[in-house]
């Protein structure tokens, strides 16, 4: 069974720009969830998605978007890219519900120039 | 506000050793308290995971120890192994309804054990 796949694994951009990163969850979740993993800061929840709708919301400003699609399938898009974004981001599946263990991808490693 | 805090911030250990982590909980409401470990390159990957109404929970070498009144858990490595060798996380979650909130982690601790 093929695990969480995220891409790309690796990207830089500059500050202003916006990205968009993908992840494919394993097959038969129906939930997704973003992290943001820095030195300073350590893991920090973005958002989840569930049944393509977002049930979960962390403490980040509205330049984190993401959505999920019919699939499953995940995007999340950070706009106007600051230094600070610069981060390793880790998306995680499950099969849903309150107990689900998370499965993690190897993450985006993003840096913002 | 840092809501589950971790320690050490690194660990050196002996093979054959007891490798020892303990993290302390701000929010009652947690329900779901699981260990993960990362090695560099990879994703965290769940080791062990337990609840509030169990004070012990054993997986082959890991060991969760759970002090509901005291808001504390720790995670002990038995026969510490250089595969061991990695950056560990604590975290916590309350459980909502149908679904969950996100995972708060704690900060990490950088695990060595020499061979």
């Known amino acids: 069974k093929a695990g969480v796949t995220q891409t790309p694994r690796y990207l830089i951009k500059t500050r202003g720009q916006q990205v968009t990163l993908s992840c494919s969850p394993i097959?038969?979740?129906?939930?997704v969830s973003w992290y943001q993993q820095t030195p300073g800061q350590g893991l920090q929840f973005l958002f989840e998605?569930?049944?393509?709708?977002?049930?979960n919301k962390g403490n980040f400003p509205g330049r984190f978007s993401g959505r999920q699609f019919s699939n499953s399938r995940s995007e999340m898009n950070v706009s106007t890219l600051e230094l600070g974004d610069s981060a390793l981001y880790l998306c995680?599946?499950?099969?849903?519900?309150?107990?689900?263990?998370?499965?993690f991808g190897e993450g985006s490693r993003l840096t913002v120039l | 506000q840092q809501q589950v805090k971790q320690s050490p911030q690194s660990l050196i250990v002996q093979k054959g050793g007891i490798s020892i982590i303990n993290c302390a909980y701000e929010?009652?409401?947690?329900?779901?308290f699981p260990w993960y470990q990362q090695f560099p390159g990879k994703g965290p990957a769940l080791l062990i995971a337990?609840?509030?109404?169990?004070s012990e929970k054993k997986e082959g070498r890991f060991t969760i120890s759970f002090n509901k009144s005291a808001k504390q858990f720790s995670l002990h490595i038995m026969d510490s192994q250089p595969g061991d060798s990695a950056t560990y996380f604590c975290?916590?979650?309350?459980?909502?309804?149908?679904?969950?909130?996100?995972?708060?982690f704690g900060k990490g601790t950088h695990l060595i054990i020499q061979p």
């Open positions: 929010n009652t409401a947690f329900d779901y």
């Open positions: 975290a916590a979650r309350t459980g909502t309804g149908g679904g969950a909130d996100g995972l708060t």
């Open positions: 998605y569930f049944s393509e709708t977002q049930r």
């Open positions: 337990i609840r509030p109404d169990v």
């Open positions: 097959s038969g979740h129906r939930s």
């Open positions: 995680a599946s499950r099969l849903g519900g309150a107990t689900g263990e998370l499965f």
